[in-house]
């Protein structure tokens, strides 16, 4: 069964930083395209940044320059590292496969 599962998620200042994980299951990251997105409180679902086989990124024009997205593929997992968070970063983040599996997500809330 295809699976991933969010996590990392916490309360941190503006400023700060986080890694969210994106564990996988039932199929291979390196042979995958994985995507965040975010959803925050009242808005609709929003694209981060996707990563290719290949190693291949691409960002959010919010967040280029501050997020950066990999894959540990020995661990199956592929990571969103978070620096410089603002608060307009506060959402619920969500990993995701090509075809649309997506775990429970994992909230990120920024707060002085």
């Known amino acids: 069964e295809v699976q991933v599962v969010e996590s990392g998620g916490d309360l941190v200042q503006p400023g700060g930083s986080l890694r969210l994980s994106c564990l996988a299951s039932?199929?291979?990251?390196?042979?995958?395209?994985m995507t965040w997105a975010r959803q925050a409180p009242g808005k609709d679902l929003e694209w981060v940044s996707t990563?290719?086989?290949?190693?291949?990124?691409t960002y959010h024009a919010s967040v280029k320059g501050r997020f950066t997205i990999s894959g540990d593929n020995a661990k199956n997992i592929v990571y969103l590292q978070m620096n410089n968070l603002k608060i307009e970063d506060t959402a619920v983040y969500y990993c995701?496969?090509?075809?649309?599996?997506r775990g429970q997500g994992t909230p990120v809330t920024v707060s002085s």
């Open positions: 990563l290719s086989p290949g190693g291949y990124t």
């Open positions: 995701s496969t090509a075809a649309g599996v």
């Open positions: 039932g199929f291979s990251v390196s042979d995958s395209i």
